[in-house]
């Protein structure tokens, strides 16, 4: 395939239609909202009547706020992947979730908008933003290439398991963080997240004060996953966040055996923190390369990157190779 054409495919889909979606959605809707009296409906219940007035132009601020940190998140981590190598299944998965997401949203809000003066219904709507965003993400994804699975890092030779003698005890324990500049990054991320949340709560006049709990939950979730304290020893392997939870563990009675990959976070993972694969493998992923992964016997295979990852796999193979060792022998 022609590489120019694979790439504006991609590029296409990811970054430049959700763009000019929403940029289409922000003109219309601050044409509407200057033809519209100072005080309009601005809120519906659940059954979609109206329950809220403010100003129209809550409206537009709504689109730029909600779409545009979303086709950055989104949009970004695929052009990332597809930079990188080949366009995964999961890149395509959120090449299409920009577009759904960006689609939903303006037909939302715009939908909102033009209702918002009669304050009819808003329940239709809805229905409306669901149903174009499904159509056009689905006719997206055949736009998209085709996905290449099994996208990874170099195959590593089998880990030799550490003989251990009966009653010997032996443990290993590291700490895996997210680079300095990730970290910088998820701040930059928080902090605009945080003005978003301030701007949007003064301009609605405190209506919406309960968005204020976000970059609160935002913040807690990536301080939950920037380092984990990773421990092999008698009791299994134990992968703990730096604030104490989440805690991931695998018993040792459940350990199959223990390997050393190589990872990649983003095509394979989606991105950083704990997460699950589209090959079914939890991962606890700070950064590509070197990983330990553990294949257990109940619930799902276990995947963390970290140093010295060799080292950890000997040990929890020796380890569970030592506690099966007196029932093989009975």
């Known amino acids: 395939m022609n590489h120019a054409l694979y790439t504006a495919r991609i590029l296409s889909v990811a970054l430049i239609a959700p763009l000019i979606l929403t940029g289409i959605a922000l003109v219309w809707s601050f044409s509407l909202a200057a033809q519209l009296p100072a005080r309009v409906v601005v809120h519906w219940d659940l059954a979609g009547h109206p329950n809220g007035y403010g100003s129209p132009f809550e409206f537009p601020i709504g689109i730029a706020s909600v779409c545009l940190p979303l086709i950055a998140i989104f949009g970004g981590t695929v052009i990332l992947i597809s930079h990188r190598g080949p366009l995964t299944p999961l ?10 997401v960006t689609l939903i949203v303006s037909t939302i809000f715009l939908g909102s908008l033009l209702d918002a003066h009669a304050g009819e219904d808003i329940g239709p709507v809805f229905g409306l933003a669901l149903g174009l965003a499904t159509v056009v993400a689905a006719a997206a994804w055949f736009v998209l290439p085709k ?6 890092g170099k195959e590593r030779p089998a880990v030799t398991p550490v003989a251990l003698a009966p009653g010997e005890r032996a443990s290993w324990i590291r700490t895996a963080s997210l680079s300095t500049g990730l970290i910088w990054f998820i701040i930059l991320i928080c902090v605009a997240i945080g003005v978003v949340t301030v701007v949007s709560t003064i301009l609605t006049n405190g209506q919406f004060w309960w968005i204020s709990f976000i970059p609160v939950v935002v913040l807690l979730i990536a301080l939950s996953n920037f380092a984990w304290t990773v421990r092999v020893d008698a009791r299994g392997l134990t992968i703990r966040s730096v604030l104490g939870i989440p805690v991931v563990h695998v018993p040792l009675d459940q350990v199959i055996s223990a390997d050393v990959i190589d990872v990649q976070a983003i095509s394979q993972y989606g991105g950083w923190g704990i997460r699950i694969a589209l090959n079914g493998r939890l991962g606890v992923i700070v950064r590509s390369g070197e990983a330990l992964e553990v294949h257990r016997s109940k619930g799902l295979d276990v995947v963390v990157t970290v140093d010295d990852a060799s080292t950890a796999a000997a040990l929890l193979n020796g380890l569970a190779h030592t506690a099966t060792a007196p029932a093989a022998g009975a």
Do not use: H, Y
């Open 91 to 100: 890149a395509k998965l959120l090449a299409v979730t920009s577009i759904w």
């Open 147 to 152: 996905g290449v699975r099994g996208v990874g």
